[in-house]
């Protein structure tokens, strides 16, 4: 059937083939121009969610680091106020006085000490004459 229809070779013809071949390639020109847009926009966005996860892996890990350093700097701080208060019970008479009976069995004049055998202290019974005040 395309063998019996012919084209006529006219000027309007051939413009209007003209005009469709340009359609095609403006077509082909603008479909080339929207891919390579499109990569770009594409590649831009793909870079944006991987710098999206690394900064949030970081952010991570610094929350897990500093939750760690809150938790060292207040075992610090606890230490610190352990080691206060026994420096102020060191500058207790009371409290010597109390440390030195307890754990080295001194005792004033008159005093006899007798050592049980539930204790756990391995010096033996002591008797002093000495004053420890």
Known sequence: MSNKVKNIGNQYTSQENK??????MKMRVVRKR???FGGILLAAILILIVLLVIQKHSNDQDAVERKHKEAQFQKQQDEEIA?????NNLNDKDYIEKVARDDYYLS?????IFRLPGDN???????SDDDDN
């Not at 005009?19 to 095609?24: G, S, V």
């Not at 080691?83 to 420096?87: I, Q």
């Open 83 to 87: 080691l206060k208060e026994k420096l």
């Open 121 to 127: 202290k391995s010096s033996k019974s002591k008797s």
């Open 108 to 112: 004033n004049k008159g005093e006899v």
């Open 19 to 24: 005009k469709k071949q340009r359609q095609k």
């Open 34 to 36: 929207i891919a390579v």
